[in-house]
C-alpha cells in the first residue's frame, strides 16, 4: 500500500458516495470524471463535504476501532487476552514488539491522512464559494478543527509527519517530507485559533449536536498548549473554556440515550440501527454522523480489556469504577476465568458489531484538570478556592465522591503534579488519554517497564525513548525511499 497517495485522491471519496474503501485503497479509481474542484459549488456540497471530515473518525481505522490499540492498549489501562488473535499483531502493540508492518500503525496512520486530505479539499475551495458567510465561516472551522485534531494525534503518536495542507496530486504527494514536531505544533495552534474564531459557541438544532464549537476549538487548543508545556498559554485558554459544567452522575455521561450533554467539549458520534458494514457511510441532512460502530469494541472483553493494575488505581468509594469497568468470565476450551471488561460504551446491539454510544474526546472535566495542571506547573499554590489548581482538581474529585485533597497531603508542585496524572488517569480511562499522558509526564518508559513485568512477568530487555514513538509504516517509507527527508523512526 502506497499510503502517501491517500492525501492526492482521498478527496475523490466525497464524489463518489463515500464508497467503501478496497484493501489497495491507494490506488482508487474515480467512478466519475468530478474532482474537488469541480464538486463543491452550494451549501449542500460543502455539508457534504464537511460530514464527510467526520465520517473519517468515525472509520474503523481510526477511532472507530484502530486508534485505541496505539492509545490505550499500548498503556498500562488495557491489554489483550488472546495473545494469538490477529496473528499477534495487536500483542504486538501491547509488548512493545510492534514491527514496521503492524497493521494497526498502518491503519491510523492512513486513517488521519484520509481525514487531512477531506479537511484540505473543503479548505482549498471554500474561499472562493459562493454560499452564505455564516455557512462558509462555520465550514471552514469545522475543516481546520478537524485538521488540527487528527494532527495532534499524529505528530504524538509518530513524532516528525508530512505536514499537508492542500489537495496534492499524486506526483507532488511523492515529494513530501515528515516535518520537524514544532512546524507541525505550529499549524496546529493556528488551525486552533482560527476555528475558535470561526465557529459557533453553540448549536441550536440538536441534530448538529457532535458538530465542533468555539469551546471545542479553545479546549483542544489548551491541551495542545499543556503538551508542548506553554503553560501560561495554556492556562489563558483554558480559563476562557466557558458554558460547559460537570454532569452529576459520571455514569450519565456514557448512556447510549442521554443525548446532548453539558460536559462534552467534543465527540465522536455513532448511530444505532444501520446494518452495519465496513463503509456503510450514511448521511442525512440533519443526522450527518451516522456510521457503522462496533459496540464493543471499546468495550473489549478480549481485545481492550481493562488491567488489574488500573482497577488498583482507584481509590476506595470513587463511583468512577462501576461506571467504567466490570468484571466477566472467559472460557476458552480447557478454563475458565474471571477477567475485566471496559463498561462505559456498552451499548446492546440489535445487530453483531451495532451500537450507538458516542467516543468523548474532549470533556469539561479533563478542561478542569488541565487548568489545575497548568496553574501548578506555573508556580505551586496552597490556595483552594474555585479558581485554583486545587479547586479544579477537586470539582473532578467530588464528583466521583471522593474527598478533597489538601495542602496537608499534597505540599509541593512534585505532589500536586502527580496526584492531577493519578487523576487523569482514572477520571479519562478508556477515553484515549492514557499513553499520551505517560510520554509527555515523562513516565511512559519507567511506568510500562513496570507494568510489563507486575502485569505479566515478563522479562524484556529495557524500554528505551525510541519506544516511546511508532513506527512510521513501512510502505511509506518504501515509497517514498528518501532516507534523508523520510526516515524512519529509530
Known amino acids: 500500500m502506497q499510503l502517501n497517495h491517500i492525501k492526492a485522491i482521498a478527496g475523490l471519496w466525497l464524489v463518489t458516495a463515500m464508497a467503501s474503501c478496497s484493501k489497495n485503497f491507494i490506488n482508487l479509481p474515480p467512478v466519475s470524471n468530478q474532482t474537488t474542484a469541480t464538486f463543491f459549488k452550494t451549501t449542500s456540497d460543502f455539508q457534504q463535504g464537511v460530514n464527510a471530515i467526520y465520517d ?67 479548505l482549498d475551495q471554500i474561499d472562493a464559494a459562493a454560499i452564505p458567510d455564516s455557512s462558509k465561516k462555520q465550514f471552514r472551522g469545522e475543516a481546520l478543527f478537524l ?7 499524529l505528530v504524538r503518536l509518530y513524532g516528525k509527519v508530512p505536514l499537508v495542507t492542500r489537495v496534492e496530486t499524486t506526483s507532488e504527494s511523492l515529494n513530501d517530507k515528515r516535518n520537524d514536531i514544532t512546524e507541525v505544533y505550529a499549524q496546529i495552534e493556528k488551525d486552533l485559533q482560527s476555528a475558535a474564531t470561526l465557529l459557533p459557541a453553540v448549536y441550536t438544532n440538536v441534530n448538529d449536536y457532535g458538530r465542533v ?115 466477566v468470565s472467559y472460557k476458552n476450551a480447557t478454563t475458565t476465568q474471571a477477567g475485566n471488561y471496559v463498561k462505559k460504551y456498552l451499548d446492546p446491539p440489535g ?16 478542561i478542569l484538570l488541565l487548568q489545575a495542571e497548568a496553574l501548578n506547573e506555573q508556580g505551586y499554590s496552597a490556595a483552594t478556592g474555585d479558581n485554583t489548581a486545587f479547586g479544579f482538581l477537586n470539582q473532578v474529585r467530588r464528583r466521583a465522591g471522593l474527598k478533597d485533597k489538601t495542602p496537608a497531603e499534597l505540599p509541593d508542585q512534585g505532589s500536586f503534579r502527580d496526584a492531577v496524572f493519578a487523576e487523569r488517569r482514572v477520571e479519562l480511562a478508556f477515553e484515549n488519554n492514557r499513553w499520551f499522558d505517560l510520554v509527555r509526564y515523562s513516565k511512559g518508559l519507567a511506568i510500562m517497564q513496570a507494568h510489563l513485568k507486575n502485569e505479566y512477568n515478563l522479562t524484556t530487555p529495557a524500554l528505551t525513548p525510541a519506544r516511546l514513538l511508532f513506527p512510521i509504516p513501512q510502505s511509506e517509507i518504501d515509497i517514498h525511499n528518501d532516507p534523508a527527508n523520510f526516515p524512519q523512526n529509530p
Open 56 to 122: 473519517g473518525l468515525q472509520n474503523t481505522r481510526s477511532y472507530g476501532k484502530s486508534a485505541y490499540y496505539l492509545m490505550e492498549v499500548r498503556s498500562d489501562n488495557t491489554d489483550i487476552l488472546d495473545r494469538g488473535a490477529l496473528g499477534g499483531v495487536a500483542s504486538q502493540i501491547d509488548l512493545f514488539t510492534e514491527t514496521t508492518t503492524n497493521p494497526f500503525l498502518t491503519d491510523v496512520y492512513a486513517g488521519a491522512y484520509l481525514t487531512i486530505s477531506r479537511a484540505n479539499a473543503v
Open 147 to 153: 485538521r488540527a485534531f487528527v494532527y495532534f494525534d
Open 351 to 366: 445487530a453483531t458489531g451495532d451500537g450507538g454510544s458516542s467516543f468523548p474526546v474532549l470533556r469539561y472535566a479533563d
Open 213 to 327: 464549537t468555539s469551546g471545542s476549538a479553545n479546549g483542544l487548543l489548551g491541551k495542545v498548549y499543556v503538551t508542548e508545556k506553554k503553560w501560561s498559554a495554556a492556562a489563558t485558554v483554558l480559563k476562557n473554556v466557558n458554558g460547559y459544567t460537570l454532569l452529576p452522575d459520571y455514569a450519565a455521561l456514557y448512556n447510549p440515550a442521554a443525548g446532548l450533554n453539558a460536559e462534552v467539549l467534543f465527540t465522536i458520534r455513532f448511530k444505532k440501527g444501520l446494518n452495519p458494514s465496513e463503509g456503510n457511510y450514511y448521511f442525512t441532512d440533519m443526522v450527518p454522523f451516522s456510521f457503522y460502530y462496533n459496540g464493543v469494541a471499546y468495550g473489549g472483553s478480549n481485545n481492550n480489556r481493562p488491567t488489574h493494575d488500573l482497577v488498583a488505581a482507584y481509590e476506595t468509594g470513587d463511583k468512577r469504577l462501576i461506571a467504567s469497568l466490570d468484571t
